[in-house]
């Protein structure tokens, strides 16, 4: 559990106006990132072609990779990113959603585990 020191940290990241949506997109797509097969899946679903959000994600995509990927803390990734002229607060909004209506097609695919 975090102590009240570490949301203040994150709280700065934020910002005043936080949006839950880009915190949960991150904070989620961090922790499915860690699991292969489901890593699998959210590539297959940000590259398939039906995605509206597909062109920003291959823009960004080493980036978007690159944190999801990360085990920095929220406040320590932020600034490495604001090092780099971005910020965790621009990047989580890059994050592309899963569409489910075919992101259990996937699944379903022959020879996928899932």
Do not use: K
Request: glycine share 4%.
């Amino acid at each position: 559990m975090r102590d009240a020191a570490d949301m203040a940290a994150e709280s700065v990241v934020w910002g005043p106006y936080a949006s839950y949506d880009d915190i949960a997109r991150f904070e989620y797509g961090r922790r499915m990132w860690r699991i292969p097969d489901m890593r699998r899946r959210l590539l297959a679903n940000w590259l398939d072609e039906r995605h509206p959000h597909r062109e920003r994600f291959l823009a960004q995509r080493a980036l978007i990779e690159e944190v999801l990927a990360s085990d920095e803390p929220v406040p320590i990734l932020d600034q490495r990113l604001r090092e780099r002229g971005t910020s965790l607060r621009c990047l989580a909004r890059e994050i592309p959603v899963v569409f489910g209506l075919w992101f259990d097609e996937t699944a379903r695919s022959p020879g996928n585990s899932l």
